[in-house]
């Protein structure tokens, strides 16, 4: 009987591991892959004003690191005046004028355009409006690269170049 009970138990493991074989199984699904990103929650730490001025000026001045020299280029324009007793001092005066306005607007893109504004409201209806922008401004080594005068118009190319540790010493304030 014990016999009989160990073949009839061999029987029934041999056709459960030979069934396993014979019925068809089901196909594993394959992953979805989704179009949409996912989702990502950032969370942000409370950071001290100090710390956060300190990181936003290494990442202003962080160009500089990448190239030593930075280089400014402006064209300056000025026209003749009508009174003039020559067309040689036209040429001159016109020329004055187109290298004032380059060094002018170098003076802008170095340090910045101080705007005053003032307006007089009289009755509901604007009675008088005065902007006056000004530029102060030290420049030095700028240099024309081009020039030429056409129509009464003088127009002038200047460039300035400056390294990275002036650049950092005049404008790291």
């Known amino acids: ?9 061999l029987i029934v493991v041999f056709g459960l591991l030979v069934s396993g074989c014979v019925f068809p199984q089901k196909p594993k699904a394959k992953p979805v892959k989704s179009t949409q990103k996912p989702i ?3 969370v942000q730490k409370k950071v001290d004003p100090v710390d956060r001025a ?6 202003e001045l962080s160009f500089l690191n990448s190239n030593p020299i930075k280089e400014f280029s402006v064209v300056g324009e000025g026209i003749a005046p ?7 001092q036209a040429l001159v005066l ?3 004028a187109a290298v004032a306005d380059a060094y002018r607007q170098l003076g802008e893109k ?3 355009v101080r705007v005053n504004a003032r307006e007089t409201v009289k ?3 604007l009675k008088d409006s005065k902007i006056i922008t000004q530029v102060n401004g030290l420049i030095k080594d700028a240099y024309i690269t081009e020039s030429s005068y056409k129509n009464g118009l003088y127009r002038v190319k200047m460039e300035l170049k400056i390294d990275s540790k002036t650049w950092k010493r005049i404008f790291s304030y």
Not at 1 to 9: A, E, G, H, P, T
Not at 54 to 59: N, P, W
């Open 1 to 9: 009987m014990r016999v009989k009970i160990i073949s009839l138990s």
């Open 40 to 42: 990502v929650i950032k």
């Open 54 to 59: 300190i990181s936003v000026k290494k990442k």
């Open 82 to 88: 009508k009174n003039t007793i020559s067309p040689a």
């Open 94 to 96: 016109a020329k004055r």
């Open 110 to 112: 170095l340090y910045g």
């Open 123 to 125: 009755d509901a209806a």
